[in-house]
């Protein structure tokens, strides 16, 4: 499940240009903002992808896309 958080952190990065956590130095302050505070995802303009990345980024693991969700995913097998 990390792995696919990193993938969702990687994909949100190249489609907005910076981190979802971008003022997070370092990892205490990673934690933190992974705790406690939501992402912006208004910043992704294209809506399958941002559906996606909600998907992939929930704090709650076990609420996490898991990869063959993501393979299925309308962006991955339309757009990608």
């Known amino acids: 499940m990390t792995d696919l ?3 969702g952190i ?3 990065y190249l489609s907005a240009g910076k981190y979802p956590c971008g003022d997070a130095t370092n990892p205490i302050q990673l934690k933190e903002f992974v705790i406690q505070r939501d992402i912006d995802f208004e910043i992704i303009k294209n809506e399958p ?11 709650n693991p076990s609420q996490r896309a898991t990869l063959d969700m993501i393979l299925k995913d309308p962006w991955l097998t339309k757009n990608g």
């Open 10 to 12: 990687t994909f949100y």
């Open 49 to 59: 992808l941002r559906n996606l990345l909600k998907s992939m980024l929930q704090k």
């Open 5 to 7: 958080w990193a993938l």
